[in-house]
């Protein structure tokens, strides 16, 4: 394997890299992405569902709709211009570098702070800024996978990835749920740990700096028109369709699982639950990322095992629908897992094949991420419609029907087996 120097030796950030990224490299972005990942999904799982229950009592959902909402909205813009700005980024460091020490540093500060709202508007708007921070995180982490790992080594990185995105969470939800279990508390906890782990890759990795002449004009103009520019490659836009339904399906799923636990299963502790499950989640998740990276990099055919991820997550869908017990949902928590985490590794990987131009990696990949974000905003609102008018039963059959239309979209896609 390449060292952090021999990656970051190429004459140009915009060629293509060809030396192997190394263990450093690799267990620096992937804590990064732990640290994150705890933050948010942790906060939204169990911490933020208590501070909605507590601040609006019945109308706890609806609250939670909001906050979720606001901050995928916040995390849509700020996606696009960290990666229009960090395509631009001529630190000696590297491009990418300086975003993630900045977001770290916001996710840090305003995940700490998140305890201290204490009304609903206060809730939507520190949890936005928090988003904010993520949003830089997000970006110029997985811009950084294009620009410095080889294609034939990228779904084996993105499997780190899909490890993060689960086991992440799982570590952070027995954080908040079995030793910081009070709201302030647990945010601040949440907001140390999501800093601390962004630094190494932060301040620990360098890679190729954008020369001068290489930068490309940045106006509000070309950034806007650079939203829509990506989306006229027909295998970008079925990549980021496939992406945007496989993430909708997966939010329908978890987003409302305390609520689930707690109001249709009738779980004595759905805190504990939402751990149990997260935890079976995480053990499918950690099975199948790194064979499935092995599997896609080695016969560098992406597009059949997106189709069997896919499938997977409907089924489980489909059993959290018709069978509304707990035993049920861990079964289907284990299908979930297995199923994301072939996801996962294979379809970032694949979605770096399809990228039109390496000049604008990070703000084609922000595209890219608009399409994880978006889910969390339409699921929040979506859910709660959904959940008022046709139950639980509703919400996952919807799990189903998005998974299935995942499958459904990767399958034109040209430039990928």
């Known amino acids: 394997m390449g060292t952090i120097d021999e990656a970051a030796s190429r004459d140009s950030a915009l060629e293509e890299p060809t030396v192997p ?13 732990f640290g994150m990942y705890m933050a948010y999904y942790a906060g939204a799982q169990i911490v933020l569902p208590k501070q909605a229950e507590a601040i609006a009592g019945t109308g706890k959902v609806a609250l939670l709709a909001w906050v979720t909402g606001v901050a995928a909205i916040v995390t849509i813009i700020g996606v696009l211009l960290v990666g229009a700005l960090s395509d631009r980024t001529l630190a000696q460091r590297g491009r990418r570098q300086p975003w993630v020490l900045a977001g770290a540093v916001l996710t840090g500060l305003a995940v700490a702070g998140q305890g201290l709202a204490t009304t609903a508007v206060a809730m939507v708007l520190i949890w936005a800024v928090a988003n904010l921070g993520i949003s830089a995180m997000t970006g110029a982490l997985f811009a950084a996978v294009p620009d ?28 908040v749920a079995l030793v910081v279990t009070d709201v302030v508390p647990a945010f601040v906890a949440l907001g140390v740990v999501a800093l601390l782990l962004g630094l190494p890759y932060a301040l620990g990795t360098r890679s190729t700096p954008l020369r001068p002449a290489e930068r490309p004009p940045f106006t509000l103009r070309t950034v806007t028109a650079g ?23 997966n939010a329908l799923a978890q987003v409302f699982l305390y609520f689930y636990l707690h109001d249709f299963i009738g779980y004595p502790d759905p805190e504990v639950g939402t751990f149990i499950l997260a935890a079976i989640y995480t053990a499918g998740v950690l099975v199948a990322a790194a064979p499935a990276g092995r599997i896609s990099d080695r016969t560098m055919r992406r597009k059949r095992m997106v189709v069997i991820s896919s499938v997977l997550q409907g089924i489980a869908g489909l059993i959290m629908a018709f069978v509304p017990t707990f035993t049920a949902a861990a079964v289907a928590s284990l299908v979930l897992g ?33 399409a994880n974000v978006l ?21 996952n059959i919807l799990v189903l029907i998005t998974a299935v239309l995942a499958a459904i979209t990767v399958q034109p896609i040209k430039a990928v087996r």
């Open 21 to 33: 990224v190394g263990r450093r490299w690799i267990g620096s972005w992937t804590a990064a992405l």
């Open 148 to 175: 410095e790992v080889p294609v034939g080594q990228r779904a084996w990185v993105s499997s780190f990835y899909g490890n993060a995105v689960a086991a992440g969470p799982l570590l952070g939800i027995a954080l």
């Open 227 to 249: 939203v829509f520019t990506p989306l006229r490659h027909a295998d970008f836009a079925w990549a980021w369709s496939g992406r945007f339904l496989i993430q909708l399906s």
């Open 338 to 370: 297995l199923g994301y985490g072939a996801y996962a590794a294979v379809d970032q990987a694949l979605i770096t094949q399809v990228l039109p131009s390496a000049a604008d990696r990070g703000k084609d990949l922000a595209v890219i991420n608009i």
């Open 375 to 395: 889910p969390y905003a339409v699921t929040g609102v979506l859910g709660a419609a959904v959940i008022e008018l046709w139950g639980y039963p509703g919400l």
